[in-house]
């Protein structure tokens, strides 16, 4: 246990949505991530990743001790706090930032918020795990709630919609509606349509295009699109770290059609890509204030 958690503190107080987009850089601590490879057992480098991405125009920063992507196993509670705590920790200190704990465990994101983090970015939703929206109420934590079809050993066998972008949206709603049953403050809510999580190639081009559509939700909208598969099969199988432009692509037209937050491994570029099309779609008064 690090330190007891402030109740009451306003996690969202500085985020102005609407106005700018702003970058939630990834700090994945797994022995497999498109990034950050080889600092996932090296608390030291890890932090200084992740005070680099600060630096480069990070405003959130998104720590991560387990894979999720397709087929990817799940990894045991200890280990995974044994992975980012000690980052946390240290980062915690270092930088004024908010800290998000990348993970689906409640008892790692109880850990995370003890010891600096201040939001929790759920793939499932606060679904898998019956103790994390109660946490999260409890800490007044940010949450950040995705949609996913099964999970990431099932989500991309044959996954299926009558009309995904519709059903997205009514799953968000539903998980919304959940997440302040649990007691945790609406405005404390993002919502993610999780680009690649139970999608087709078809269906993540589907979302982006439609994205918009989320604005119904009245929430906030992060997309994670960075050096994802379905970049990679525009681009000839062009491995995640030759995927820049392709992202950049991606992360455009996100924000023309409605994302808040964007999720991204490469920071520096990809803030240059949020201020220069933010320049273009949100009113010139909010962008230049």
Known sequence: MCFLPTKGQDIMKGFEFGSRTYVMGILNLTPDSFSNDGIYNDVGRAVAEAEENVRAGADIIDIGGESTRPGALQVSEEEEIKRVVPVIERLAKKISVPISI??????????????????????????????????????DAGVVVMHIKGSPQTMQVNPTYSDVTNEI???????????????????????????????????????????SRLKVLGRPILVGTSRKSF???????????????????????????????????????????????????????????
């Not at 003890?114 to 939001?119: E, I, K, M, R």
């Not at 709603?173 to 049953?181: H, N, P, S």
């Not at 770290?241 to 920071?267: C, E, L, M, P």
């Open 102 to 139: 990348d993970t689906r465990k409640s008892g790692v994101a109880r850990r995370a918020l003890d010891c600096g983090a201040s939001f929790i970015n759920d793939i499932t939703g606060l679904e898998s795990d019956a103790g994390m929206a109660q946490l999260a109420a409890q800490y």
């Open 169 to 211: 949206i009514e799953k968000l709603r539903q998980l919304v509606r959940d997440a302040e049953a649990a007691g945790i403050k609406r405005e404390n809510i993002i919502v993610d349509p999780g680009i690649g999580f139970g999608k087709t190639f078809e269906h993540n081009l589907e979302i982006l295009e439609n994205l």
């Open 231 to 289: 970049i990679g099969n525009v681009l000839d199988g062009a491995d995640p770290q030759q995927r820049v432009f392709g992202t950049a692509a991606s992360v455009a037209i996100a924000i023309k059609n409605g994302a808040d937050i964007i999720r991204v491994h490469d920071v520096r570029a990809m803030r240059d890509v949020a201020r220069v099309t933010d320049a273009i779609v949100r009113p010139r008064e909010a962008v230049n204030a």
